[in-house]
């Protein structure tokens, strides 16, 4: 059984940091293609950074790109997501999942998705 625990959400003034995590279980991690994703009130879910299944490529959407920095551990099945300079429009519930490996930055593998963490950007 597929599970995803993300964490490290919390309110940061802007141009503050977190670091988010995602721990996985039921899946094999290390042969997976993962990535993060937000949704904001009344917007729809989009992805923001996803990473191949070894760390070796790692994808960025262009709002976030040179901000945000995606990593994972496969030892510990886990994902993370460092996010720099952040801004108020970065707030959002953010969730990690499976994706393709010809599409990174497109939708979700997996209909189950975690709980997410809530992210809040003050100005």
């Known amino acids: 059984q597929v599970q995803l625990v993300e964490s490290g959400g919390g309110l940061v003034q802007a141009g503050g940091s977190l670091r988010l995590s995602c721990a996985t279980s039921?899946?094999?991690?290390?042969?997976?293609?993962m990535a993060w994703f937000r949704q904001a009130p009344g917007n729809e879910r989009e992805s923001v950074a996803a990473?191949?299944?070894?760390?070796?490529?790692?994808y960025y959407a262009d709002s976030v790109k040179g901000r945000f920095t995606i990593s994972r551990d496969n030892a510990k099945n886990t994902v993370y997501l460092q996010m720099n300079s952040l801004k108020p429009e970065d707030t959002a519930v953010y969730y990690c999942?499976?994706?393709?490996?010809?599409?990174?930055?497109?939708?979700?593998?997996?209909?189950?998705w975690g709980q997410g963490t809530q992210v809040t950007v003050s100005s």
């Open positions: 999942n499976r994706v393709s490996v010809s599409k990174p930055l497109g939708g979700s593998l997996y209909n189950y």
């Open positions: 990473i191949s299944w070894n760390g070796g490529n790692t």
């Open positions: 039921g899946v094999t991690f290390s042969g997976l293609f």
